[in-house]
């Protein structure tokens, strides 16, 4: 099975400053996916950035951004200009081509923004 | 958002007792997944299915039984309740159209078993 980390159990941020949030993960594999997710107070799971890891590029949706480092297998999250609503425990989740399109998450990292 | 439902949205049972949560979807996706969710775990799979009829064990299936006889239910089943059995359960789907790869959730199920 692969291995998802997640090392901060918690941090938090002031408003409207940067905050990077961090993920590893094991896997033998080429060809895979990369992911977080939110949930906030409400429980819901919502998907907030995905990277292919076949793309070098990093993966970039407003206010969030990753840096993919393939060879170091290292996927974290940065959150800019930080709000209230960010306020919410972060999963990364990793999909590989084995085993049926199963996701391993981390155990998260939960993020308060200090007003 | 992804059109996906969770019923009962809370439940408290008691230990030894059978319980189905449901999970219902409009999207026409031909995978879904079942997950627990409990503190310092994260999500672990539990079973999931690759179509009709067709599922398969996860991570943490002992204890729980699946079944999927239409396309857009997906039934969780705890044939005994057990204590350890308390949760929040989330339910998935996913498809290989579109964004393939990406995982949308339900509202989730918190389960007691007392």
Same mark, same amino acid.
């Given at each position: 099975?692969?291995? !998802?980390?997640?090392?901060? @159990?918690?941090?938090?941020?002031?408003?409207?400053?940067? !905050?990077?949030? *961090?993920?590893?993960?094991?896997?033998?594999?080429?060809?895979?996916?990369?992911?977080?997710?939110?949930?906030?107070?409400?429980?819901?799971?919502?998907?907030?950035?995905?990277?292919?890891?076949?793309?070098?590029?990093?993966?970039?949706?407003?206010?969030?951004?990753?840096?993919?480092?393939?060879?170091?297998?290292?996927?974290?999250?940065?959150?800019?200009? *930080?709000?209230?609503?960010?306020?919410?425990?972060?999963?990364?989740?990793?999909?590989?081509? !084995?085993?049926?399109?199963?996701?391993?998450?981390?155990?998260?990292?939960?993020?308060? !923004?200090? @007003? | 958002?992804?059109?996906?439902?969770?019923?009962?949205?809370?439940?408290? $049972?008691?230990?030894?007792?059978?319980?189905?949560?449901?999970?219902?979807?409009?999207?026409?996706?031909?995978?879904? %997944?079942? %997950?627990?969710?409990?503190?310092?775990?994260?999500?672990?799979?539990?079973?999931?299915?690759?179509?009709?009829?067709?599922?398969?064990?996860?991570?943490?299936?002992?204890?729980?039984?699946?079944?999927?006889?239409? $396309?857009?239910?997906?039934?969780?089943?705890?044939?005994?309740?057990?204590?350890?059995?308390?949760?929040? %359960?989330?339910?998935?789907?996913?498809?290989?159209?579109?964004?393939?790869?990406?995982?949308?959730?339900?509202?989730?199920?918190?389960?007691?078993?007392?």
């Amino acid at each position: 099975a692969q291995t !998802v980390t997640q090392s901060q @159990p918690e941090m938090s941020v002031q408003e409207a400053e940067t !905050v990077t949030l *961090s993920c590893t993960y094991d896997t033998s594999e080429s060809n895979y996916y990369l992911f977080w997710y939110k949930q906030p107070p409400s429980r819901q799971m919502i998907l907030v950035i995905r990277q292919e890891a076949y793309k070098q590029q990093n993966a970039t949706e407003n206010r969030f951004s990753v840096n993919f480092q393939k060879a170091a297998k290292s996927f974290s999250l940065k959150i800019s200009d *930080s709000q209230l609503g960010d306020t919410a425990m972060y999963f990364c989740a990793f999909m590989g081509r !084995v085993g049926g399109n199963q996701f391993y998450f981390g155990t998260g990292t939960s993020l308060t !923004v200090i @007003p | 958002d992804a059109g996906i439902t969770q019923s009962p949205r809370h439940k408290v $049972t008691e230990t030894g007792t059978p319980v189905t949560l449901r999970c219902h979807q409009t999207e026409n996706h031909r995978y879904m %997944y079942w %997950y627990r969710q409990d503190p310092g775990h994260g999500l672990r799979l539990i079973h999931y299915s690759y179509g009709v009829k067709d599922t398969d064990k996860g991570e943490v299936s002992d204890g729980y039984s699946v079944s999927r006889s239409k $396309t857009e239910d997906f039934l969780l089943t705890l044939e005994s309740a057990t204590s350890s059995q308390t949760s929040v %359960y989330f339910c998935a789907i996913s498809d290989w159209g579109g964004a393939p790869d990406t995982q949308y959730f339900g509202p989730g199920t918190r389960l007691t078993v007392l």
